[in-house]
Structure formats: C-alpha cells, structure tokens
C-alpha cells in the first residue's frame, strides 16, 4: 500500500519536470535545422500544447530560422488566446519584421485594432524577398486601408516574382482602387518588366475588371510555362474576355499535370465552350489527375458533358472515369450508371472506395443489397463509405422508421466475429422487408 | 423504346409550338433583356445598344439603398461599366438621386464619373432593406429633369420593392407626359406571388399596396393544406414586379434583372427535406428555356384590361371555379382574389381562411376526415378535369392554360397527402403512443416518445424535386389507395413537366412536396426571464422592421432558378 503512494508521489513530483524536460526538447528541435526533425516537434507541440513550451518558444523564436518561425507562431495559435497575447504583444514590440506582422494580424484579429501599427510598420521594414512573400501573404485577407497602403508600396518594377504577386493578391481581395493607377503605369513601361511581373500585373488589372491590357495577358499567357500564378487573379475576374480564353486553350498544348488541371478548371468557370473538345479528348489522359479535371471541367459547363456522352463514358476502361460517369448521371436523375457502379463495388480493385461511395447516393433499393455485403469488407474505408451510404439510403426509403445499424452491434472498426453476426442480422432484416420490390 | 420516341417528338413538336409568336408583345417578355449580370445591365443601360455614342442624353440613376445593393458591390460594378463605357458616354449627363431620400436628387446632371460613383456611394452608406414606395420617386425624378432637349432617361435601381405600388398608372402617365424613357435594374419576381396577401398586417409606406408578383394580380390558388410553402412563392418568375415592367413597356424603355451569382444554385427543397440526395442534384429543367418563358409570361398591360382579359377566357374561369370550391371544402388558405362580373373580372380582398384541421390525437377520427376531405378534394378534381377536357380545342391565354393544370396538379398532390395521411393515422400513429411497443427487428429500433404525450401532429414536406417516380420504392403509409394516387400524381406530373419544364411553373411542381406526418409535443416549462435585464444582452427582443428575407430569391443569398447566365 505505502510502496503504491510512494510511487505515485514520485510520479506526481517528477512529472512537472520531465514536462519541462520533454517541452525544452521539442522546442530547441523546433529550431533545429533537419526539416523532418522540426516538421515532427512542431506536430507533437501543436497537438500536445504543453504549457511549459510557451516561454521557452516566447524566448526562443526570435532567434530562430525564418521557417522555423512560421511553424512557433503556428504552435502559438493553438494556444489559449489570454496566454498568448502577452507574448504576441512583445513580438509585435520586437525587432523582427516577420513577428511583427504576424502578432500584429494575430492581435488585430483578437480585437485589437490599433495593432495594425505594428503591421503596417513591419511591412514597411526592409527584409529578404522570402520573408517579405510570407508577410504579404500574412495580410493578404486583412481588409484594412492603411495595410493596403502599406501593401502597395512593394508594388514597383524592382520588385521580386513571389512578394509583387502576393502584393497584388492582397489588393485584389481588397478591390483596393488606387492600386490601378500604379499597376498601369507600372505596365506603361513593360519592357523594363520581366515576363512574369508583366503576367502578373495584367492579371491584376483585368481581374479588377480593367479591359486596356488583354492582349498583353494572353500573350504572356501563351508563352508561359506556368499559369498556376495566374489562377487566383483570373477565379475572381467577372468575365474574361475571350481572346484570355483562347491563350489558356493554346496554353495547354504542351503542358501536364496540375498546369493542365488549373487552366482546365479555369476554362470551365468561364464557361468557355470552345474548350469542350479539348476537354473530351483529355477524358482518356493516362495521367489521372487531368482526366478528373476534364471530367470535372465538363460538368461544370452545361454543355460540356451531355447523358448521352456520360452514358458511353460508362463503358470506359477506366473505373474511375466510369463511376464518375454514372455518379452525374444520378445527379440528373438518370439512373442507369446504378448496375454498372455495383458491378465496380463488388469486383475487387482500388476502385471499390469510390464505387462504394457512388453507390450510397443512388436511394435506390438495388444499391442496398451490395451495400450489405460491402458492410463486411477487408478495406476498412470501404466498411465505412458502406455504413454512411446504407444509413442514408435506408433513412430515405424508410423514413418513417428508427433505423440504426448499430444496434444490430455492428461497428465498422468492430472485431470481425461480431460484424459477421451484425451483417448477418441487416441481412435478415433486409429479407423481411420484401427486398429489391 | 418507342414511348420514349414519342415522348421526344411530343417535346420536340411543344418545343417548337412554344417559339411560335403569341402574346408577346403585351407581355413582360417583350421588355425584359435577357441575362442577369450587372455588367451587362449597366453596359446595356450606360453603353446604349449601337458602338457608337448615342445622341445627347440625360439619365438620372434612382438607387434604392437596399442592402443587396451593397453586398453585390454596386458602387464597383458602376465604377468599372462608367470607366468600360466612357467613349459612349462623351453625350451623357448623369445625375444620381435616392429612393426616399429626403430631396430626391442628390447629383445634378454631369460628366464627372468620379462625382457620380461618389454620390452612389454616398446613398448606400445608408442601405438598409426597408418597404419604399419607388414611384413616387420615380415621378418626382421626372419632374427634375433640366431642359427640354436630348433624350431623357431614368434607371431605376431597385433590386426590390418594385411591389409597392402607390399608383403605377399614374406614374406612366408622367413619364410619358415628359417624355422620359424609364429602364431599371431590379431581381425577379415571384411568379402569381400571394406572400403579401396573406400577410396583410405588414406595415408599408402611406398609400402604397404590397401588390408582389410578376402579374397584375395573385393569380393561382395559394396555401393548399399539407404544404410547408406556397410553391409558387419562392419559385422565381424570370420576371420584375409588373409594375416595373408596366412602366418599360408604356415609355418603351427595358427591365434588366440582377441574380447575385450565388443565388442561382440549385435547391431541391426550400423548405422541408429532399429523400433523394444530399444537395448534389443538378436538374436540367431548372434553366427556364426563354421561348416558353415568354410564352406563359404575364401581361404588361393596364389592370383593368388584364382583368377583362382574364374573365374572358375559359381557362382561368375554370380554374377560378375550382379555387372557390377548394377553398370552401378547406383544403387551401388563401380564397381568390378576384370574382367574376358581367364584364370580366373585379378584384377582391383575398382572405386567409381555415383550412382542414389535423391536430387532433384521435386518430381513428382523423383518419375518417381526411378520407372524407380526400373525397372531396376528388370531386373539384374531377370536376376541373371535365372542364380541362372539354376546353382541350379552345384557345386561351396560355399563361392561364398552364395555371388550370398547375391546380389540376395540386388538387391530385392534396389528395395524395390527405391519403398519406389517413394512413399514418391507421398504421403508424397508434403504434406509437400504444403503451406496448411493437416488436422489432434490428437495425429499426422501436419508435421513442421520451414518455410525453403528444399534443397534437405535425408534418413537413418532401419535395418533388427528382419527381414522383422515386416515391415509389419508398415505404409511405397508405397502402394501395396511395399506391394508386400516386401513380394518378406521376402521370399528371410528367405530362406537366413536358409542358411546362423549364418554366416556372414547372419549378415551382418542385418545390411542392409529399406531406410526413409526426407527433408534436407541448413545450417543456422554463423559468420565465426576467421582464428587465440588468444589462444589455444579445438576446434582447428585436422588432422586426422592414422588408422579411424570403428564401428562394434569386437576387438573395439562397437558391432559386434563373434565365441565362
């Protein structure tokens, strides 16, 4: 008995210390230089919280690397906020820009709105272009004038690639005006402007609705090797003129993976119907992701993938491609994907996720059966789709009855003996009801 | 194979009759443009319809500071359309002036764009969503205009209270008399609107009527029992307030319509709950097609000629006797609006009237009312149906052709829901309140009252959004009687979304739904709070004011259908 307290008592009395230890041990690794090393401290202090971490990272961080940095604030945000604000009060006092403008939004955003002193002072302290990006980028939502001002300052020819970007980012999400007049006149003189600043800032100002530099844009855009940068400005334009739209359509000819992707979906959001060939044809791509998003990009056009091509389509070689066919179909209430989707989930493949989770949309009777044997399958991600498909099917076929499958004891994580019996049991049931009527 | 063929030549052959010149000309159709961007509003409105300048012009923006307004970043939009269109606006001058603003004009005449965006600008510091009567600005707008030479024009940005009417007719005729061409920028309407009419007790300003609608009058029969909305009250039109486009046409101006590009997402379900899927259904009949929109498009001309009009034909007279009677056997709120006379048709004061009382708990009671309130509820139908039949070789209006099968169609989904709900008052209902529970088998788990008695019963709606073929395979109490009302309703209902898919009648099938029925429980005592806070709290009591937000706008922030893109 006194041996057990004895033991809790060091226990109780070492564990402070060992807290202290394992706090100090974390932070120094989370300014430590092995990327995997510090990425792992930053997950275990985030998660953990420990409160002994939060002066030693208050000490600390000012010394740290600048990505380092990024990750202690990111630790401090988990924090409660009436015991981190005096420390972000402290950085927002500091001498490193970067801390400045971080506990300065961070402040601003508790409330305290005369903190954006402290943001507009370290945007305006001159600082390598990486950390200047990751400031700017800071700000980037904070709809305030003054910061806006501060913003436009790194807005001028000398200006590097990522920083005027994230500049001309945040002063399109503020509609901010007087950044027109600067970024025209920056225009005015394009020689003097690489290619890439030039792309940029036409962007801008078509996506502020400015129609004096499209051909500029879309000649940039035909002889760019990256239209990922592009993305955000030309999403949020009203309309883009249609000679842009026929650059993006160039654009893809010789280009791959996410490149492809981002212009596709841009294609699609402007509704830009010349498009629609390039996108079928991009259906059959080897590479997965594109031939998602041409799919993708087809159905958000009206006109793009009509029932009688998504019909065919479910005939594709591709599983994927023939799912997604027949889970638009479904959305158009055209329900003869149904047989070809529970062929998919009851052959084995890395398919049957997703046929699993196309099935559970249908409502329909003939999807439940299939449903009930996926209840008992090796993949446990395929036994929950199964789960949530066959309680929202059930719910909407009987909607008039309490249905719960865990009362039959089934747990998809369960042990496999008790979900045997469980599914046995939906089984029977299922029977009862006069099924597949 | 071939029902389907002939299914598609009968669409083809409507589709085609649908294009055919009708009424237009005296509609709504014949003056609203197509599209719903600001943009291409304010292009239309600023830019004139040639490249080239028009002539010398005088236009006078009249901005109702309304809240959309601002949300939709108006005072931008009219910023870049000024900078967009300034090469055709070198003869323009524009002033600015505010609906109910004290003085009215706000800006006089000029060609300083920056002045103009300023004084916008100015006006929506104040936007605030209240009821505003937007004639009697209008007119005083048109007395303001300096000079007599140059074309005279107002734009009228409202994206609501074009429904409060003070005198529409007179406000034309002062238009006209100063020659001024009236355009406006405004959302779409609802189409037969009744949401003023049964809520007579909001305040509006003096001497204005909330009229609401598309139409010169409620046309369509509204508050049918069983339905947790009137369909046609969140289904959008795809036209303005009649009054806006009555004063279009008399001054030969234009109606542009605005939708917030967030507002033209599909919603199966407005109210109630959709069984078929979790928000991703994408219907195609949900894009209004503009050569039937124009075909069933209301009448633009005066009240008192759309009043002859409409007492003239059969159509609407036979649905006017079927309202009449549905309303005197309960089974719809609202009673006409309108009565017949020796010389068309005369309005009334349309009145909220009880309707068929399900609350009760005697089950076995209920279940006879609702058989018996269903036999009559067969009898208007049948008697409709007669008169829809013998009617089939006359030519009507066929706005009001297309309204007669709409209530056709709702008097079958009423009998539907007095079916459904017979049943539940047979098969489910005492089963849940017996003191021995029903057996079950796993996964259904047997039903739980929490041990309260319920105090009366309730429904909610599920919509008809993916139609009624999937109600099939779902377990609804009834047995064979709503077996075989509902596939009466699945016919009916296809042979209207043949018709009238793509239109907004056809939304608004949709948007109506099959009634489930559940027990209501008396609330649980509480405390009573304190009449005086000591304090000021979040939760004091707010009145309301000014204009309620309806779902189902398209110019709002939810769901509702729209023309064009």
Redesign the interface.
Known sequence: MFDRLGSLLILFLCVPGAAQADAKGLVRQLGGTDNRVRYEAFRTLRSTKPPAALPLLAAALPRFPLHAKNLGVSVLHAYPREKVAPIMLRFARGESAFLMVQAGVWLYQSGNRSAVEFVVHGLGMTVPATELSMNLGRVSLLRVPEVSTAVLRHVHGAADDGPLQQALWHLLAC?H?PAIPVVRKLLAGADRLRPTQRMVCAAFLVA????GHVKMLADEIRNSKNISRLRQFLRRA??LDREILAAILDFLDDKSGYQVADALRLLAQH?YTPAVRKMRELLDDDDAQISKAAFDSLMRM?SGLESKHLRRLLHSSKPQVSIAAADALR???DLTGLSRVIELALKRGPHRLDAVDALG?F???EAVSPLIERLDDADRNVRDRAHHGLT?I?S?????????????G?RSTGPAAARKTAVA??R??WK??GVD? | MVRRMTLRVLAALIALTSTLPGQESESAAAVTAPGRKMTLALDGVLGGAGSEAPAARTLYLLVDPSEGLVQNKFVVELRRALHRNRARLVNTTIGVAGVGVRGGVTLQPTRDHTAIVAAVAGLLQDARDDIRNVYASVRAVAAAFPGKSGDREILLVALQNGDAEDDVEATARELERRDVRFRCITSEAYVADSYWTARPYVRKPRKTKLTGGDAAFVELPWGWIMQMTVANEVAPSGYAAYGLSRLARETKGRVHLFAAPNSTKHQCAIYGRCLFCDGDHAPSVDTYWRSRLGRYAPSTEDRSTVFRKAGADPWFRAMLKAWKRASGAGLLRGTPSVRLTGNGLAPQRSRVRPTFSWGSTNFASQAKRATKAARECDRIFSSLKRDLVALEQTKGIPRYEAMAEYTLLMLQLTKVNLTTFAGWCREIAPGLVAKNAPTVVPPQKAPRDGGRRPAGVGYTNFCLCHGVAPFESVDLPGGKALRDELAALRTLTDRFELRYGHTPLGVAVHRAGIAAFHFTYPGLARARPRKRPKSSTDKNPVTQRGRPTRPGRSSGGTGGPTTGK
Do not use: N, V
């Open positions: 509609e005006e502020m609705g400015e129609g009203p309309d509704d009206g959305r158009l209430d949309k409502r329909s009777r929202r059930l909407g076929l009987f909607p008039y009855r309490s249905l719960d499958l865990a009362s039959t089934y049991q939906i029977h049931w009862l009801q009527k």
